[in-house]
């Protein structure tokens, strides 16, 4: 088992005194405040923008003293693997700065699973920063202490992404607390969640699961093998709400929890092992249950054409699912078979491990962390390629789209451009110079990429 394959696209972003560089004129331009990102994998968590053209090819190497694409680049201090969240004219991130020295990461492909020897004071910071120039407007230190649970090596201390309504940010970080700001940063509450530790078989990876948000509900999922739940807290002061106890259900899980509306029932969908599960959103009852088979579940569901997507990976067994949403009970799928009333089709061996899928233009592009590109008719499960992108490509982030193509970062800070179809089609192969985890964020044509060490600007 390889220990990158640890590595969470959860999300965290660092930064200190921001050093903005504006690298080419259209970085002057206006931007309008449309087209928000507000959370992982932005709107309903589809990973999608359309409406505005992106770049396929860009330069971001400034030693050779010529670079084309990038509008700004804006270093960030510590480690994190955070999505950016976009609203408006603004960019939030959140991140963990040690009190000291630099973080390692180690990227790539090993099978160690050692933890990084870092557990030193850090000090959790949001930030926020303007979109159109990366200059940073604020930020706010919420915690300064000693992490309540070690890391793994190609994790952070703050690994999960914000997400907001407009009006409020809410920030969780599993044991080190959950908390609530205005849009100026003022610290509006705070709530201790107590010790919560996510392991795999002993091997503590840390918390990744990024809070969802719903009108005036957070949902947490919080998959500590001792005491995993999921559980939902009132957006105005914190106050929980229920708690479900997923023993029996789930071992472990880092996914981030879906909350999905359709007709009179709200659901929270689940990732987790041995079961992705279900739940209503206004009781906390268990509404189905989806024996699934990757016993370390990472991949984000989302639903897609009225499907949910789901997949996870790991232990021998990479199943992915399309569920029809109103499925009710144990929907598991009998010995042999891809499909039932509840399950449109299926694919045994097909999903990701850490990547969260993406759905664009009728087809389904899954991106494993061996660096394995497969696609789907979505309509049917029919597979249209399997092919790998590349002997070195190690995909952890998640997958986007916008303007007919298909963006996936590696690990190394490789960022392969595909055009959308059913053939592989490679338009293009970006460097940013910086390893990257992280899922990108796109907004107005612009794509904005957190490496270790900076945000970036393309476009």
């Known amino acids: 088992m390889t220990l990158s394959r640890r590595s969470f ?37 589809l990973g999608v923008a359309e409406g505005f053209p992106t770049l396929a090819n860009w330069s971001v190497d400034a030693t050779a003293g010529k670079t084309s694409g990038l509008l700004w680049r804006t270093e960030v201090p510590g480690l994190g693997h955070a999505s950016p969240i976009i609203w ?9 700065v040690p009190k000291s020295g630099k973080p390692s990461l180690r990227i790539g492909l090993y099978g160690d699973i050692k933890p990084a020897k ?23 230190m919420i915690r300064n ?20 309504d407009g009006k409020r940010l809410i920030a969780f970080f599993g044991a080190d607390g959950l908390y609530c700001l205005d849009m100026k940063g003022k610290l509006l509450w705070q709530k201790d969640l107590g010790k919560i530790n996510v392991t795999w078989r ?68 689940t ?30 569901p989302f639903v897609a054409d009225g499907l949910v997507v789901l997949t996870n990976a790991h232990g021998g067994k990479t199943p992915l699912f399309a569920v029809r949403p109103s499925a009710a009970g144990d929907i598991s799928l009998a010995e042999g078979t891809t499909s039932n009333d509840s399950v449109a089709w299926s694919v045994p061996n097909g999903g990701a491990y850490i990547s969260t899928p993406v759905m664009y233009g009728g087809y ?36 986007v789209a916008a303007d007919g193509k298909i963006y996936c970062p ?42 270790s060490s900076s945000l970036l600007a393309i476009g």
């Not at 202490?145 to 907001?164: D, G, Q």
């Open 9 to 45: 696209l959860a999300t965290s972003l660092l930064a200190l005194p921001a050093t903005s560089v504006l690298t080419t004129p259209a970085a002057s331009l206006a931007f309008k405040p449309e087209q928000n990102w507000p959370q992982f994998r932005g709107p309903n968590a």
């Open 88 to 96: 408006k004219d603004r960019i939030y991130l959140a991140t963990a």
């Open 118 to 140: 870092d557990d030193e004071e850090q000090r959790w910071l949001i930030q926020c920063f303007d979109k159109k120039n990366g200059k940073l407007k604020w930020e706010q």
């Open 145 to 164: 202490a000693k992490p309540s649970t070690v890391r793994h090596e190609k994790a952070s201390h703050a690994n999960t992404t914000l997400v907001t």
């Open 202 to 269: 002993s091997v503590a990876w840390g918390f990744s699961s990024s809070p969802a948000l719903y009108k005036d509900r957070i949902v947490l999922l919080c998959d500590d093998p001792k005491d995993p739940f999921v559980a939902s807290f009132q957006l105005s002061d914190g106050k929980e709400l229920w708690r479900t106890s997923r023993k029996g259900a789930c071992e472990n899980s880092w996914g981030t929890p879906f909350v999905y509306t359709e007709g009179n029932r709200t659901q929270v969908i």
């Open 271 to 300: 990732n987790g092992y041995p079961y992705i599960a279900s739940y209503d959103l206004e009781t906390g009852q268990e509404l189905w249950r989806l024996r699934g088979g990757g016993d370390i579940p990472v991949p984000t």
């Open 364 to 399: 389904l592009y899954v991106a494993n962390y061996n660096g394995l590109l497969r696609c789907y008719d979505f309509k049917t499960g029919e597979k249209m390629f399997e092919e790998r992108l590349g002997p070195d490509a190690v995909c952890s982030s998640s997958l």
């Open 410 to 451: 590696t690990e190394d800070g490789v960022v392969y451009v595909l055009k959308a179809g059913p053939k592989l089609e490679v338009l293009a192969k970006n460097e940013l110079s910086e390893p990257c985890l992280a899922t990108p964020a796109i907004s107005q044509g612009v794509l904005y990429f957190r490496t």
